[in-house]
């Protein structure tokens, strides 16, 4: 772009100038993304041509000057100037999938009161955090609740497992109930009775009745 002119010199030496021409030269106009072209599933870009006052035509069909993507795909836009220019544009959209988080228990649930239960956020990640605040990928329970992680994968993608239930059953408490005197005579009995009923008895005798 500018103003140009010519001055000429004949065989005879007669010198003269040409009047002023004015050049205008239109920059090729580009693609403005709003934001990072690679980014996780459920966000979005919004593409912008730099250039106004032009006929715009995307291979999505769209005429508008922006357009807003939230797929992966490669998206070109012909671009048609006032003075007739025409550019094609070209920009490539990457949309990384969410991770799918869940939860693995090592133990069977429920379980006893005294039992430690490992839970283990599966897949692999880059990071994790669960609603106990912890940041490990396998924690470590031993009291009832309701957990939940959040899995950062390696894109930076991020999203939350269901929840897993810990149920915790109560210890039994049991108590020792004598029919007579714990001292008696050689030659009579006592009937020791276990309470309360339970599935299955031990004694240190080695007797498995109640």
Request: proline share 10%; with cysteine; net charge negative.
């Given at each position: 772009t500018g103003n140009?002119?010519?001055t000429i010199t004949s065989g005879n030496g007669c010198t003269a100038s040409s009047s002023?021409?004015?050049?205008?030269?239109?920059?090729?106009?580009?693609?403005?993304?709003?934001?990072?072209?690679?980014?996780?599933?459920?966000?979005s870009v919004t593409?912008?041509?730099?250039?106004?006052?032009?006929l715009y035509?995307?291979?999505?069909?769209?005429t508008t000057r922006s357009i807003t993507i939230d797929t992966s795909g490669i998206f070109n836009v012909?671009?048609?100037?006032?003075?007739?220019?025409?550019?094609?544009?070209?920009?490539?959209i990457t949309v990384n999938p969410l991770p799918t988080p869940s939860i693995t228990s090592s133990s069977i649930i429920p379980f006893c009161d005294g039992v430690h239960d490992t839970l283990t956020s599966m897949p692999s990640g880059s990071s994790y955090h669960w609603n106990t605040n912890a940041n490990s990928q396998k924690i470590i329970v031993s009291t009832a609740g309701s957990y939940v992680v959040s899995l950062t994968d390696s894109n930076g993608c991020s999203a939350s497992s269901d929840t897993i239930h810990i149920i915790i059953n109560?210890?039994?408490?049991?108590?020792?109930?004598?029919n007579g005197p714990a001292s008696?005579?050689?030659?009579l009995?006592?009937?020791l009775i276990c309470l309360p009923n339970g599935s299955s008895y031990l004694w240190s005798n080695g007797a498995t009745t109640q």
């Open positions: 140009y002119s010519v002023i021409t004015n050049v205008t030269v239109y920059a090729r106009p580009v693609i403005i993304p709003s934001g990072p072209t690679t980014f996780c599933q459920g966000d593409l912008m041509i730099n250039s106004i006052d032009s035509l995307w291979n999505t069909g769209d012909t671009i048609t100037m006032n003075p007739g220019c025409t550019f094609t544009l070209t920009d490539t109560p210890l039994p408490t049991p108590i020792i109930q004598s008696f005579c050689a030659g009995s006592d009937t």
